[in-house]
């Protein structure tokens, strides 16, 4: 029985003495590393003085004013702007014009006919025609582009003109 209590005692001993022994480089490597990487301490930057500003809006209008917020003038369509709702649509009204795209244009005497494609179909537009989902007519043909009045509500409910153009682009 004694050996069992001897064993383990001799063992703790003989580990204490190797702790001991190696603690002395691991401690010393180890401050050898501190010394070398620590970082030199950054010199903060000085935050800018704010300088104080008073804002006096006595003699000037409320930005949040309800009345100013609403649209001037009167909200109903203007005469001769709004389009025909009543009117037939025709087949590119279907479209978005930035959906639809100029392959060409031709004259056949007189008559300019631009040549549109959408959904891989070839259409021909002549003066008149309409396109686009903003009620847009062609006003102009030209070599390189269509010239197009539409027709959008504004935000007091109104109908506003708006030009815009298809501009022929060579696939790549």
Not at 12 to 18: P, R
Not at 48 to 67: E, G, L, N, Q
Not at 95 to 101: G, N, P, T
Request: hydrophobic fraction near 40%; proline fraction near 6%; charge should be neutral.
């Amino acid at each position: 029985m004694s050996a069992r209590r001897t064993l383990p005692a001799l063992a703790a001993l003989l580990l204490a003495g190797c702790s001991a022994q190696g603690d002395d480089d691991l401690q010393e490597w180890m401050d050898g590393v501190r010394r070398r990487q620590h970082a030199a301490p950054v010199a903060a930057v000085a935050a800018p003085v704010a300088v104080a500003f008073s804002y006096d809006a006595r003699d000037r209008p409320d930005p949040f004013d309800p009345a100013r917020l609403s649209p001037a003038g009167d909200p109903t369509p203007t005469a001769g702007v709004a389009p025909d709702l009543q009117r037939a649509r025709e087949p590119l009204e279907a479209y978005a014009l930035d959906s639809l795209r100029l392959v060409g244009s031709l004259r056949r005497g007189r008559e300019a006919v631009a040549l549109v494609e959408a959904d891989r179909l070839i259409h021909q537009l002549r003066l008149g025609s309409h396109l686009g989902q903003d009620f847009g007519k062609v006003v102009a043909i030209g070599e390189n582009s269509v010239d197009i009045d539409e027709r959008v509500r504004d935000s007091s409910g109104g109908w506003t003109r708006r030009r815009t153009q298809l501009i022929l682009q060579e696939r790549r």
